[in-house]
């Protein structure tokens, strides 16, 4: 891997260079990691002109969730506690020579920003922007295969809750089983906060688990995701308990199925994301729920949950192949419940099969 760390790190030095800087000071975690390989808690990156190094606050604490440190990259830990690892990265800069640092502007705080630039006044400091997250969009087969794994272990926590008995169990008592079995079954943890909405609160998009307990005839929803090896999927699936379901409920699944179908479809390089967004919400929108839809149809997944692209009606831009990102359009009904169906898909071009579905726990509306 410490190879594909290295290819990464020189894309990048290839955009910043270009804007005129010496050296790069990357500070969001879910980029330290994807160019280091872990992100210990606090840590920075600093790609300089000699060397690149990994300045932590402290030691790594070995958690699977940090990652594993490319081994050809030097790791150096600041010698005192409190210390901050990225004004001690601008005078590591300062002194190999530099005379700018770009830096994310929208991840440092006005007060770090500061606190570089008063440890190292003669950096001239630019803004390295969104490209290291440009470069996260575009997942290779290893990441792909994380994601792949994460998604296997959702769908079998997902599957044996199923098997259960879920009637006056409450949604709170759900979701923390649904995250000990991602656990059991090798995640790193849950990829989010578990969603679990029962009766009226079905439908919900991130709906925080209450007391209430499952009731006959309830729909239930269920949105959750595993962590593995940094990389996070995600599914939602909608059930009705221990009957048949009614026929409002029969119409509404059907709807909110043959919307997810419609954006799953529109998954093809090239595609832009509002054209997927659109091919969703039209769906819903002509059956009269036009309101109260969410702002988005779908957004791109990786070391975060919620990264670029986003499949939103404003949303510029075209897929590429290689992006995974979930389709979950849904409808709420205010007192009443409601259906979310969410799915992560990796693009691919129609030669190769088209969109490669993740997961696959059965979109049938079951009756539990």
Same mark, same amino acid.
Request: glycine fraction near 12%; aromatic fraction near 4%.
């Given at each position: 891997?410490?190879?594909?760390?290295?290819?990464?790190?020189?894309?990048?030095?290839?955009?910043?260079?270009?804007?005129?800087?010496?050296?790069?000071?990357?500070?969001?975690?879910?980029?330290?990691?994807?160019?280091?390989?872990?992100? @210990?808690?606090?840590?920075?990156?600093?790609?300089?002109?000699?060397?690149?190094?990994?300045?932590?606050?402290?030691?790594?604490?070995? =958690?699977?969730?940090?990652?594993?440190?490319?081994?050809?990259?030097?790791?150096?830990?600041?010698?005192?506690?409190?210390?901050?690892?990225?004004?001690?990265?601008?005078?590591?800069?300062?002194?190999?020579?530099?005379?700018?640092?770009?830096?994310?502007?929208?991840?440092?705080?006005?007060?770090?920003?500061?606190?570089?630039?008063?440890?190292?006044?003669?950096?001239?400091?630019?803004?390295?922007?969104?490209?290291?997250?440009?470069?996260?969009?575009?997942?290779?087969?290893?990441?792909?295969?994380?994601?792949?794994?994460?998604?296997?272990?959702?769908?079998?926590?997902?599957?044996?809750?199923?098997?259960?008995?879920?009637?006056?169990?409450?949604?709170?008592?759900?979701?923390?089983?649904?995250?000990?079995?991602?656990?059991?079954?090798?995640?790193?943890?849950?990829?989010?906060?578990?969603?679990?909405?029962?009766?009226?609160?079905?439908?919900?998009?991130?709906?925080?688990?209450?007391?209430?307990?499952?009731?006959?005839?309830?729909?239930?929803?269920?949105?959750?995701?595993?962590?593995?090896?940094?990389?996070?999927?995600?599914?939602?699936?909608?059930?009705?308990?221990?009957?048949?379901?009614?026929?409002?409920?029969?119409?509404?699944?059907?709807?909110?199925?043959?919307?997810?179908?419609?954006?799953?479809?529109?998954?093809? @390089?090239?595609?832009?994301?509002?054209?997927?967004?659109?091919?969703?919400?039209?769906?819903?929108?002509?059956?009269?729920?036009? =309101?109260?839809? %969410?702002?988005?149809?779908?957004?791109?997944?990786?070391?975060?949950?919620?990264?670029?692209?986003?499949?939103?009606?404003?949303?510029?831009?075209?897929?590429?192949?290689?992006?995974?990102?979930?389709?979950?359009?849904?409808?709420?009904?205010?007192?009443?419940?409601?259906?979310?169906?969410?799915?992560?898909?990796?693009?691919? %071009?129609?030669?190769?099969?088209?969109?490669?579905?993740?997961?696959?726990?059965?979109?049938?509306?079951?009756?539990?």
């Amino acid at each position: 891997m410490s190879e594909v760390y290295a290819v990464r790190r020189a894309r990048l030095r290839e955009r910043w260079t270009a804007g005129g800087s010496a050296t790069a000071l990357v500070t969001r975690p879910a980029n330290v990691r994807y160019l280091a390989g872990a992100a @210990p808690s606090g840590a920075v990156l600093l790609l300089g002109r000699g060397e690149d190094l990994l300045l932590c606050g402290g030691p790594p604490s070995g =958690e699977a969730e940090e990652g594993r440190p490319d081994e050809a990259l030097r790791m150096q830990v600041l010698p005192r506690a409190g210390g901050d690892p990225a004004v001690a990265a601008a005078d590591v800069a300062t002194g190999q020579g530099a005379d700018s640092l770009a830096v994310e502007e929208h991840h440092l705080t006005v007060s770090r920003h500061r606190a570089i630039g008063s440890v190292a006044p003669r950096l001239r400091l630019a803004d390295l922007g969104g490209a290291v997250e440009q470069l996260r969009v575009i997942k290779d087969e290893e990441e792909i295969s994380c994601l792949r794994i994460g998604a296997e272990i959702a769908d079998q926590a997902l599957g044996e809750l199923l098997e259960s008995i879920l009637v006056g169990r409450t949604e709170r008592h759900l979701a923390l089983e649904l995250e000990r079995r991602l656990v059991d079954h090798g995640a790193d943890g849950p990829a989010f906060a578990t969603s679990v909405g029962t009766g009226p609160h079905s439908g919900r998009r991130g709906h925080r688990p209450t007391d209430r307990r499952v009731e006959e005839g309830d729909f239930l929803s269920v949105c959750l995701g595993a962590t593995y090896r940094g990389y996070r999927c995600e599914i939602g699936r909608t059930f009705v308990i221990g009957t048949s379901p009614a026929d409002w409920q029969i119409e509404l699944y059907d709807l909110v199925f043959a919307a997810q179908r419609a954006g799953r479809e529109a998954l093809a @390089p090239g595609a832009a994301f509002r054209d997927v967004d659109r091919a969703a919400r039209q769906v819903l929108d002509s059956a009269g729920y036009a =309101e109260g839809l %969410p702002p988005l149809t779908g957004h791109g997944v990786g070391l975060e949950i919620d990264e670029d692209p986003q499949l939103a009606p404003a949303a510029m831009g075209k897929l590429d192949a290689c992006v995974p990102v979930t389709v979950e359009p849904g409808v709420h009904l205010p007192g009443r419940g409601g259906v979310r169906i969410d799915d992560t898909l990796v693009v691919r %071009p129609e030669a190769d099969g088209g969109p490669e579905l993740l997961t696959i726990t059965t979109k049938e509306l079951l009756a539990l």
